[in-house]
């Protein structure tokens, strides 16, 4: 690579980067205008808002609905899609591909599609919209995230463990548990917070398949409705504060194995 390729590869990097955070930092600084309007100039500063996020007892519940609905779909996802990697990683056998294929079609298929679908496969099992109905679609949107990311790691690791632990006496379950469940560990770990993150933000499966109780990004979107304000500002720079903590803590807990 040329000097000239770099400094372009270097310019185009960080007008992505200005591109894609000026946005996110106006956000934040909206939430801290003393006005219920937002827009430049900010004459004075508050902390009203913020603190009133904190203490809305409606937003906190709301937030811990999203967080139980993102645990509870993340955990089904990981047990799916280790399952699934694990069957798809060494294992040769007549339409793989095709297996491979339809395990991470729900990844590339519109979210609209996927939400209405899901909504009618619903209706048809009588599921009704709610909880358990949002669960299931975040599910089935997760479990190939983890099937990709545990696929990745369990092709790098070496015959070599499984063998040795197999000429030890272990079969083939004791050799999974000890050896390659452990090898896996930063994979799981990185896969559960990214599935998290991808079941925290999706707004799409949440308003389709919901009830009368909203998850996060369905909220703000009702609020909206109103118009933009220095609360719904808030709100919103809080969860980007959330998303931004996940994504340090899975880089360093990756890191760190």
């Known amino acids: 690579m ?5 400094i372009l590869m270097s310019i185009l990097y960080w007008a992505f980067v200005i591109y894609l955070f000026i946005p996110l930092i106006m956000m934040v600084l909206m939430g801290f205008k003393d006005s219920k309007f937002i827009g430049f100039p900010i004459r004075s500063w508050t902390l009203k808002w913020y603190t009133d996020v904190i203490q ?9 609905y999203s ?7 993340t955990v089904i996802a990981l047990m799916i899609g280790t399952w699934a990697a694990i069957l798809l990683g060494p294992t040769k056998f007549r339409g793989k591909l095709i297996v491979f294929a339809l395990v991470c079609l729900p990844a590339v298929i519109p979210g609209i599609i996927s939400a209405i679908a899901l909504r009618i496969f619903a209706e048809t099992i009588n599921l009704s919209p709610g909880t358990f109905a949002i669960i299931l ?7 190939p995230f983890v099937v ?15 063998d040795a632990a197999k000429d030890l006496g272990a079969d083939n379950l004791i050799a999974f548990c000890r050896v390659t469940l452990p090898y896996l560990k930063p ?3 990185g896969a559960s917070i990214f599935c998290m993150l991808i079941s925290f933000d999706d707004f799409v499966r949440s308003f389709f398949l919901g009830g009368y109780e909203p998850t996060l990004p369905v909220y703000i979107f009702s609020q909206l409705r109103t118009g933009m304000s220095p609360m719904i500002n808030a ?16 880089e ?6």
């Open 235 to 250: 709100i919103s720079a809080a969860a980007l504060l959330i998303t931004v903590i996940f994504g340090l803590m899975a």
């Open 67 to 73: 967080m139980l609905i993102a645990l509870s779909s």
């Open 2 to 6: 040329t000097r000239n390729t770099r």
């Open 187 to 189: 994979a799981l770990i």
């Open 148 to 162: 990709l990311v545990v696929m990745a790691r369990l092709n790098s690791q070496p015959d070599s463990h499984i």
């Open 252 to 257: 360093r807990i990756i890191r760190s194995n």
């Open 56 to 64: 809305d007892l409606e937003v906190l519940s709301i937030f811990g």
């Open 137 to 143: 679609s975040h599910t089935i949107h997760n479990v």
